[in-house]
């Protein structure tokens, strides 16, 4: 977990989660990004940063765009009110 958490720009709001021990810094995810949420690492070869979290507007293209995907090297943390939807009238 404590290798997860390095690669993140302390912010309260936690948009993307990379799993150090899986990405292997190929950056796919930071060119895809319309938002530039990521940046390559300085350090070749090891997990981008995420430096603008609160930018993110959750459009899953970085997760879709990573190799790596089946093994959850990146991971998009929607925020739980986007996650409730309302139901109104007599449910299904
Ligand atoms: S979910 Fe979309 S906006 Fe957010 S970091 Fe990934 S590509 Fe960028
Ligand atoms: S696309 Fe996947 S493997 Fe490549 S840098 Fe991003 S998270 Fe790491």
Known sequence: M???RRYMVPSR????EIKGEVC???NRCVDICPMDVLAPNPEKGTPPVVTYPEECWFCG??????PKKDKRAIRVI???PMR????????P
């Open 2 to 4: 404590e290798e997860t």
């Open 13 to 16: 709001f936690k948009a993307i």
């Open 24 to 26: 292997d810094g190929c």
């Open 61 to 66: 293209s970085c997760v879709d765009r990573c």
């Open 78 to 80: 929607i925020p739980l």
């Open 84 to 91: 409730v939807s309302v139901v109104r009238g007599p449910r």
